[in-house]
Each structure stands twice: as structure tokens, then as C-alpha cells.
């Protein structure tokens, strides 16, 4: 697989008031056209990755809507797997490249949250949950609390260990200008936050964010649009998607401490890919929560279990470190517009791949993974790019 | 193109207060699976079309959610274009077979829709109408009255060309017994019934509807399940798949009483079947109301605009007649569980192209067609699907 990433574009993440959803998704949509130098009329089909707008705003019919927004006509469609929507959406992209059936697609994930109270939000999320996580009173927070405890109890881990992640996804997004919160934070601010769900506070948790990002994929690797220094910058590909599934219901797993259908789609990707974990040079992981980046960082096989919570605190997973991890600022600092989140990942891992990461840039990276997940990880979905030819 | 539909299944659609959303997709998986000859293990991935469990029962997460319950551990997740959602869904696990990554996936169509007040479904229906028209104070029935109003207008058509539809639906749906409204109505009871929105009338409406349907479909021509009945009946193919887009918004169309988008699905679908609409045989359409058949007709080339009211009036689209349309008794007569429905049309033309459509079997159907629309019109999916070699 070889599919070839000719544009990207973002807005800044976060409570982004003036702005409709519909603005966004032009805002992004109209970079990555601009940066590709292409028009929307050379774009063979629409991707919309999108979970809460039925929910929220009672509009599901994204497709048209946005088409009709970008003066497109060709075939568009809402993709929506709760939070790994836009992963999911770059995925089915790919599939309908390799299908022959589209040259040129545009993925687009959008997602207009902080217009709506804490409670309707709430509600909305935990639609992704299933009916008896429901019932029984659970929110997102308090779900990934369960597996936070699971864990810190049978690895002995101090809750500093998780307030490392956070501390460090926010040094990344000081040097990030799209970032909901570009700024650093202290160990003890996190370990001070107020407590959401124990051993989860505040500042282990991923924002409310309003934000859309965009990409332009290719199946033909000579479609370059021509320009100079678009060349000279580098092509940059992905060469492995792969998703997977586990149950919806946390009661219905066997290890709370693991996330198989992670470790699913990685082990598949890697495969597809032909490369080792060890062979990745960043990546951008799904931190909807502090515990999430490490249950991520095991299952994506950078850490044997038990030891992904090192990881930030030894500095391993910073920018300078030997593995970094959401250079973005990840979902923690850059912001959780949901349905962008799964595109942000795979712009974040272009630029850097590209050498276009400013402040940000890991030096020599050449293979990035991105990986994406819905709810506690009944969805997840894994990409690898990169940037040799 | 041509994709290999190696089962399919259907629950009876109508009010189904005793089932859940998961028993009817299960209900319809397990029929697919048992006359596929296949257990869920030699399944790939799972596509599931639905529009409304998000906002009427807060679950978006339904690609886990009915992988759980059918025991399935592969690739899953939810399609969602309004009520092209099954439609859509057939058409991106085509996509999918045809890049290679999956051999064998299952789409399943589902709604549950009648467990609910009228309120809430018609807000939740509106979900697939642009802001404008919400605001306005439209509904699904006004926007195709305004539809309605224009074609009949122009054509200078009578009320009674439109209710002509609804009977021979519902002369049709008696011979199924998995029809919403399994019975015959006369002329006269369509024209005397309430008016919903002038000229429609409540026997002019697709009714709210609970069901599912799935098909299990193939990439692989000798993936045959080995069943000396299943070779009898022989193989029915998918061999064209396309989708259009329109604008969202009516009032940003050129001509109301045209379907841009079927017709710019159906023109691709034929080329790629290297067919012309004269050697279709038989088609189910979107009938959500009876000028939505018409208008249907006469954009898939079956007739020239302002013929095509008199389709089923000189009761050529009648099982009988020269190209019978919905002989599973359409939206109107065998139901409309939203996300279902565009599967549901794969099943039925199945059926007959297998010669196992019992009392209203067509004789020697050899080619059929699928239309399957979102909204008033803003997406569109045509399939064409044939039992030749």
C-alpha cells in the first residue's frame, strides 16, 4: 500500500465561538486544497469524519451540507465511529483509492463542541458507551478511571506517572500554534487539578474542543501537483491502515489493562508495512486521558506491559526523547475536536515527516504511526507514513 | 465489477415493540450467515447502516455494539448518509472488497424507529434537512409536497397519478410477508385519506418502521459456500455501484422537479455496467413518497420527464407490466426502517434475480437496479445487480 498524501490543512483548536462547523470544515478544507495546488474540482469524493453534530445540532447529513458549502458535487459522505471517526475516515479513503475507484480524495474531520452546555456534551459522548456503562452511571472520565485504577494497582504505579503525560503532551503544544492550550503546565498543577474521577483530575483529561483538519489523498504517486517546493519537501505516504474491534462493554474484556483492539490493528499494520514497533520514529497516540497514551504505547508494542508509564516521566516520549509521542500536543493540549482528532493525527505526522514541524520538529523522522480510538477502545484504527520513497 | 452476494437476510418490518435494535440486527445477520453457509468467524469486517439510534437512543458506537453481539472480533463500524445510509453502506463494503483488504463482509441495515413519539422522530428525521429548512418549518412530507407541487404543476399531472403509486406499493406488499402493511388499498382510500401536506396525503407517505436486512457480499466469483441449492439458484452479482451529491438545501437547486443526483448516479452506474436503462428488468426505489417514485423513474431513464406518472396509473410498473418497480411493496407498502432500507432493496432484487420472490416473482428477470436516496435528494447510491455470467 502506498497512498500518497498531497495537501493537508488545520484550524487552530478550541472555543472557537465565531465559527460555525461549516466554517471550519471550509477553513481546513480550503488549506489543504490551497497547499496541495489543487482546486476542489479535481477531487474525486468528500470523507466527513463527524460524531456529535446529530447528537447536538440535530444535522447528520454532513456530506451534501459540506459540498454544498465547497461548491462540490462529486459523491460525499458522514464517516462516524464515535471518537475514531477521523481515523476511520482516512481509512475508508484509502480503501476507496486502492479500489480504483477515486484518484483524488479530500478527508475532512470536523467537530463544534463548545457551543452546547457541559451536561448536553456529556450526554452526547456517552453515546459512544453502551447501554448498561449508561444505566449504571458512567461518564468517559469515570470509565477510563476504572482502567487507570486496574492499572496502577497491578504495575505499582504512582499517580505521577500519569500526571507525567499530561505535563509532557503540554510542553509539546507550547510550540504549537493550532494548540487549544499552548502552554506549559507542572507536575504539581496536574496532581492539584481537581479530581474528575480517581484517580483521573482535570488536567489528566482531554478539553471540549471546537476544530476540523483536512487531508487530500492519492493513489497515484506521480500526481504531484508540479510545484517546486512542494517536491522538494518530499512526498509523504502512508503504507499501512488497519482497524480493529473489541467489545463495547468494558465488562466484557478479559484484561482491563489492555487494549486488544489497539494491539489488533498495530500488530496488522506492522505486518502490512513490513517494519518493527522498534522502526517508528514518533507517533501520535489517542491521550483522551493520561492513561490511554500509555495503555497506547504498550499496545502499539514501544513499551512491554507495565512499562508505558515510564515512559514520560523518563523523558523517553519528549520531543528530544528517543521515541516522541504527540508532538501535536495530542489530544490532551492540542485539543479533541473529536471527528478532526483521527485527521489531526495523520497532519501532525506529515508535517514533522515533511520537516515542516517549526519549533516541534524531531529530527530525521522518517517512519510516524497514528492511532485512533472510539470510546475505550471498542474502536481502533492504526496508519503508518512515511516519507522515503 | 462484479461482487458476489453470498447471502442475505431480513427481519419482517413493521412495529416491533418486543425487539431491540440488536435483535433485529442479529435476527437479520443470522439469516444472511445460515443461507451464506458461512459462521461470523469467516466474516471480515462488519458494515452497519443506521441514521437514528444516535439521537434517539444517544448510541452512535453501533459498529462494536452489534460486533459484540454477534461474537464478532473483526474491523466494524457505522455508515450514516440519512436515509441512503444502506445504500451507502453496500457501497463502501464494495469499495472495500474491490481494494482487496477484505474477501467476505457483511452489511447490515437497521432502525429502530417505532419505540418513540411522533415528535421525536419527525425532529430526528430532520436531522438529514439543511438549517434553512428546519428553520422555515419544513418537514420531510412539505419539502416533497413543494416537490410535488412543481411536477404536477408543470406536467399538468393530476393527484390521482401520485396515488396510483401508493397502490400498486401496496398491491405488491401483499405477496410479502415481511411488509410493513402486507395488504391491497384502493384509489380512493389513498385520495380520501388525511392530507399530510397538500397534495400528499397520509397514503401518499412512507410509514415509521422497525427492521433490518443484511446481505453478505464477495470479491471472490468461486468463493462459492459449496451448497448444491445455493448453485442451483444461482449467483446473483453486484456489477455497477455509484453515488452523487446534490445540494443539501432545495432552494439551491435549479429544478425541483428533477433528482440530480440519481440521475448522475444512474448514468455512471450504467456505463460501468455497460447497460442502457431499456435492459433493466425490474428496480426497487425510493418511494419515501409517491412523487419520490416518479421522479425516480424518470432520472434513472426508465421514462422521459413528465411520463412518469403515468408508470404505475397504466400500471406498467406493476409485477405484471413491462418493468415492475418495488415489488417488495416499496418504502410505502413494506416499510421504511431508515438505515435498512438500502439493504433491504439488495435483498428483494436478490430474491427475484434468484427466482425466489414466490407469489411475486418476475419472470425472467435478469437485470435489476437499486435506488436508494438521502434527504430530498442531497445523496444518491444506484446499484445494478444481474444473475448472468
Redesign the interface.
Known amino acids: 500500500m502506498k497512498i500518497a498524501i498531497l495537501g493537508t490543512g488545520q484550524t487552530r483548536f478550541g472555543e472557537l465561538w465565531e465559527k460555525s462547523l461549516t466554517d471550519l470544515a471550509q477553513e481546513a478544507a480550503q488549506e489543504a486544497l490551497k497547499n496541495s495546488h489543487l482546486t476542489i474540482k479535481e477531487i474525486d469524493a ?1 470523507f466527513v469524519a463527524n ?1 456529535l453534530a ?2 447536538l445540532d ?4 454532513l ?3 459540506i ?2 458549502k465547497l461548491n ?11 471518537c475514531a471517526s477521523g481515523g ?1 475516515a482516512i481509512r ?1 479513503a ?8 477515486y484518484q483524488k480524495v479530500l478527508v475532512l474531520g470536523v467537530e463544534k463542541m463548545t457551543d452546547y452546555s457541559t451536561t448536553q456534551i456529556s ?2 459522548l ?6 448498561e456503562e ?1 444505566l449504571a452511571g458512567f461518564t468517559f472520565p469515570s470509565l477510563f478511571a476504572l482502567i487507570a485504577n486496574a492499572y496502577l494497582k497491578k504495575y505499582k504505579v504512582s499517580e505521577r506517572k500519569l500526571a507525567a503525560v499530561s505535563v509532557k503532551n503540554h510542553y509539546h503544544a507550547q510550540f504549537n500554534q493550532k494548540a487549544h492550550f499552548p502552554f506549559k503546565i507542572t507536575l504539581n498543577q496536574v496532581l492539584q487539578s481537581p479530581a474528575v474521577a480517581e484517580p483521573l483530575k482535570l488536567l489528566d483529561c482531554s478539553p471540549i474542543s471546537d476544530g476540523a483538519a483536512a487531508v487530500i489523498l492519492s493513489n497515484n504517486q506521480s500526481s504531484d501537483p508540479g510545484s517546486e517546493s512542494y517536491l522538494r519537501s518530499g512526498i509523504v505516504s502512508i503504507i499501512a491502515s488497519a ?7 468494558l465488562s ?1 474484556r478479559g484484561d482491563l489493562t489492555q487494549l486488544s483492539s489497539v494491539k ?1 490493528a498495530a500488530q496488522k499494520a506492522y505486518q502490512m508495512a513490513k517494519i518493527k514497533p522498534q522502526e517508528i520514529d514518533l507517533a501520535e497516540v489517542h491521550d483522551c486521558f493520561t492513561i490511554a497514551e500509555i495503555l497506547a504505547l504498550e499496545a502499539l508494542g514501544f513499551y512491554p506491559k507495565g512499562q508505558g508509564a515510564q515512559a514520560a516521566a523518563k523523558k523517553e516520549t519528549y520531543l528530544q526523547g528517543k521515541l516522541p509521542i504527540n508532538t501535536s500536543g495530542g489530544l490532551k493540549a492540542c485539543g479533541h475536536p473529536v471527528g478532526a482528532t483521527g485527521v489531526k493525527q495523520i497532519v501532525e505526522i506529515t508535517h514533522q515527516l515533511k520537516g515542516k514541524a517549526g519549533q516541534r520538529q524531531v529530527k530525521k523522522a522518517q517512519i510516524g504511526l497514528t492511532e485512533n480510538i ?2 475505550t477502545g ?2 481502533a484504527v492504526v496508519h503508518i507514513l512515511t516519507n522515503k520513497n
Open positions: 468528500l460524531m446529530g447528537k440535530n444535522q447528520v447529513h456530506g451534501p451540507l459540498a454544498e462540490f458535487s462529486g459523491p460525499s459522505f458522514r464517516i462516524e465511529a464515535a476511520l475508508e484509502i480503501l476507496s483509492l486502492l479500489s480504483g475507484e450526554e452526547a456517552m453515546s459512544a458507551a453502551s447501554e449508561k482497524q480493529a474491534t473489541d467489545t463495547l462493554n466484557q489488533k472510539g470510546g471498542g474502536t
